[in-house]
């Protein structure tokens, strides 16, 4: 199978955007990406950084859903430990009957401590661990919502129930039915889990639960164990394993020849991003040492020119072909694509033509090598 494309949008906002623009922004990329192919767009939930700035996903999403036709949506993630799953799962349902079943629900423990701060979790609490144990309290109470069966749960983090369809008091009665916010046309949506840390505690319960596996590209050997991590969980609990099913968002850009996509890229609203916000940031998350191991240099010594070079995948649609059919026999491959956005709102003439190139001249290209052979081959590692 070739692989499919998406779309990520962080959204990589520069600070002085207004609401409107990045919303605007937003909205334009999902059509924009829908006319051209792309399979999905994911849309981030963050409370905390300036760079990325939408605290509702789902807004974006509503606003998107009657103007597109094909691609699908998923929040990514909507951040289990700050919210009530009740109010959650209801707006999941909803957003996903809206869209007719173009929705799938991306679902993540939150990557910022400023973020878990300002919902009242702090000191210890914070610990990935820990805030993997209330993703899971809160998904078990969101699934039993979706089944709309009568329970009370008292929780360690949330109670929640659902209640009992009173008795009809006469035949035209309707007054005690209770409304359907379950997902559409079942009780679960498909669901996606975020990867992010080389030991994931995250693509372990995705493995689990025989969720959708989505990683950032952090280094080869990284993403090798994210698979790892997934493969044996999924295949302990008693499922296949589906390499088709693994999301990568990547930084990707494509321009006509491979000297216009990296000047685009260095003196453009991408590198602008990666020295104001991303460069620091891979380094506090220890990123860069990933990339840096598989170039075999000193992290210290990675700047801007190095990603473009080495890390991301830019190019002329022949070099990015040529870079992601690498990248995959490295490291057995992917489903999806999922392009990581930025803030072409002033001039977005070569960000269009980037995801045209991606979608038409890329994506049909490049194939899985192999992907039973190598999963198999990795679990046994
Ligand atoms: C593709 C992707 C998207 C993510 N989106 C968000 C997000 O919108 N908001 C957020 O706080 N964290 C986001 N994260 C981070 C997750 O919430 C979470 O911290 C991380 O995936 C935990 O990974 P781990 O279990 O591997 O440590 C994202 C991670 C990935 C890989």
Redesign the pocket.
């Known amino acids: 199978m070739a692989m499919e494309t998406g779309l ?1 949008f ?1 959204p990589y906002m520069r600070p002085g955007r207004t609401a409107k623009q990045t919303f605007e922004w937003g909205v334009q990329n999902s059509v924009a990406c829908d006319k051209a192919g792309f399979t999905s767009m ?8 300036i760079w ?1 700035n ?1 605290p509702n ?1 789902e807004l974006i999403i509503a606003a998107a859903a009657l103007q597109t036709k094909t691609i699908k949506f998923a ?5 289990l430990p700050h919210q009530h799953p009740t109010k959650l799962a209801m707006t999941i349902g909803w957003l996903s009957q809206i869209l007719e079943g173009r929705y799938f629900l ?7 401590p400023l ?1 878990s701060y300002m919902h009242g979790i702090r000191g210890e609490d914070q610990e ?1 661990e820990r ?2 144990d209330r993703v899971r309290e809160s998904l078990s109470i969101m699934e039993q919502i979706w089944k709309r069966e009568p329970f009370f749960f008292e929780g360690k983090y949330w109670s929640a129930g659902f209640p009992e369809e009173e008795e009809a008091l006469t035949e035209e009665d309707e007054q005690h039915k209770l409304a359907n916010y379950s997902p559409w046309g079942g009780d679960m949506p498909e669901i996606a ?13 995705a493995g689990e639960k025989n969720f959708k596996p ?3 590209f952090s280094g080869i050997d990284a993403l090798k164990q ?1 698979w790892k991590i997934y493969s044996e969980a999924n295949i302990a609990a008693g499922f296949t394993p589906d390499r088709q099913r693994h ?3 990547q930084t990707v850009f494509c321009a006509d020849t491979d000297a216009e996509a990296k000047s685009e890229v260095m003196n453009g609203p991408i590198g602008y991003c990666f020295n104001k916000y991303l460069i620091p940031i891979w380094r506090r998350f220890g990123m860069m040492d990933g990339f840096a191991k598989d170039a075999g240099i000193d992290p210290a010594d990675a700047d801007l020119e190095f990603l473009v070079d080495n890390v991301f995948v830019v190019g002329s649609p022949d070099t990015v072909v040529e870079k992601l059919n690498t990248l995959f026999e490295q490291c057995g491959g992917w489903g999806t694509l ?1 392009v990581e956005s930025h803030d072409y709102y002033d001039d977005p003439s070569p960000w269009w033509n980037s995801l045209e190139l991606i979608a038409k001249e890329v994506a049909p290209r490049v194939k899985l090598p192999g992907a039973t052979a190598v999963a198999a081959e990795n679990v046994a590692a």
């Not at 889990?193 to 319960?205: A, I």
């Open positions: 990520i962080h994911m849309i981030s939930e963050h409370a905390s950084q990325e939408i996903p929040p990514m993630a909507h951040l991306g679902i993540g423990a939150g990557a910022y973020a990935t805030l993997n889990v975020t990867g992010f840390s080389k030991n994931s505690p995250s693509m372990k319960l989505v990683s950032i994210h999301a990568v968002s999922q």
